[in-house]
């Protein structure tokens, strides 16, 4: 049978057309392999090899537990390789990042600037997450302040307009940190995203606590750092290992929602409670993911552009702080 994987020189366009390859084979089995006992999702990444990272391009098969085939029934162990990719077993469960369990003080009090890192939330809802970037709303190419579903709605019966205060309830807030007004929320298959609109009193800042300015927005790729700024855990680092993962993720008001073709950030609690709602960055700090969940070991990113797409929204248009302030300085 042909070795799609890859090689260890298998640079850029051809590397990619091997990651291509193995979504087509990811999406063609991933039915199947959810059947198996235990699975809580399928994705594509680098092979793990005694706790290394291969550059093989493999098939990963997400487990509640790994357990030794010898345990398992003979139609409940998962195949080798599919379609001449490896089948990579990762161990693993994920929980969306809300509910903070500490507490960055700087991060959780009131700031005059509104820019991406800090606490935020849904007065009614209750909580704290982390606001993520200004966009620009393409209906109206007004600024908007961009996070999580979970963090400025957080139920189906949320309504436009409802009130987004900073820092968010779990960090104190209350009515007097008023500062936006929710707009539109979106939880489907790919997203978990909502935009709120500033009601002015705070303006709101293009930069994102040690990451600066956040302008232009880029596509992850399999194997590159990228760098986040959360309300809890603060500045992070972490690897992509996985470029399109369909998982189960735990948290939500109906229990496990199941997403697709997710970016998966390796790193050791690179993501908390409280870090929902921030933007993974990568080394040009082009933003390419919109964090909302993870483990211990592992942080769970929606692709930017399915945020954009969704939420009708973009980088580029409309006027922010940074643009009016040499303006009224300069009158």
């Not at 992070?236 to 470029?243: A, R």
């Not at 929204?313 to 409309?318: A, E, R, T, Y």
Request: proline content about 5%.
């Amino acid at each position: 049978m042909a070795d799609y994987s890859g090689r260890k020189d298998a640079p850029g366009r051809e590397q990619q057309k091997v990651v291509d390859r193995a979504k087509s084979i990811k999406e063609k089995h991933a039915d199947r392999l959810k059947r198996f006992p235990n699975v809580i999702g399928v994705g594509v990444g680098h092979e793990i090899v005694g706790g290394k990272r291969t550059d093989r391009v493999a098939i990963r098969v997400y487990v509640r537990k790994k357990l030794p085939k010898d345990q398992l029934a003979p139609d409940a162990v998962l195949p080798d390789t599919l379609d001449g990719f490896p089948v990579d077993v990762i161990e693993d469960e994920f929980w969306i990042h809300q509910q903070p369990p500490i507490t960055l003080a700087e991060r959780v009090v009131a700031h005059t600037f509104l820019r991406g890192g800090i606490s935020i939330g849904n007065l009614l809802l209750g909580g704290a997450g982390t606001l993520g970037v200004s966009v620009f709303d393409n209906r109206t190419g007004q600024e908007m302040l961009l996070s999580n579903w979970h963090v400025l709605c957080g139920s189906d019966t949320c309504q436009a307009r409802e009130p987004i205060i900073q820092p968010g309830a779990f960090d104190n807030g209350t009515q007097t940190d008023l500062v936006a007004e929710l707009v539109r929320a979106v939880l489907s298959a790919n997203v978990d995203a909502a935009i709120a609109q500033p009601l002015g009193q705070r303006p709101l800042s293009k930069e994102v606590w040690d990451l600066g300015f956040v302008e232009a927005s880029d596509v992850a790729q399999l194997g590159s750092v990228l760098r986040k700024s959360g309300r809890s855990s603060g500045f992070t680092l972490g690897t992509v290992s996985d470029i399109s993962a369909d998982v189960d993720v735990n948290g939500y008001p109906e229990g496990a929602h199941h997403f697709v073709d997710q970016i998966v950030i390796d790193g050791s609690f690179i993501s908390i409670p409280g870090d929902s709602g921030s933007v993974w960055v990568n080394d040009a700090t082009h933003v390419v993911g919109l964090n909302f969940a993870g483990s211990s070991s592992r942080a769970i990113a929606n692709h930017i552009d399915a945020v954009f797409a969704q939420l009708d929204v973009n980088l580029d248009p409309g006027m922010s702080v940074q643009d009016w302030q040499p303006l009224v300085i300069n009158v």
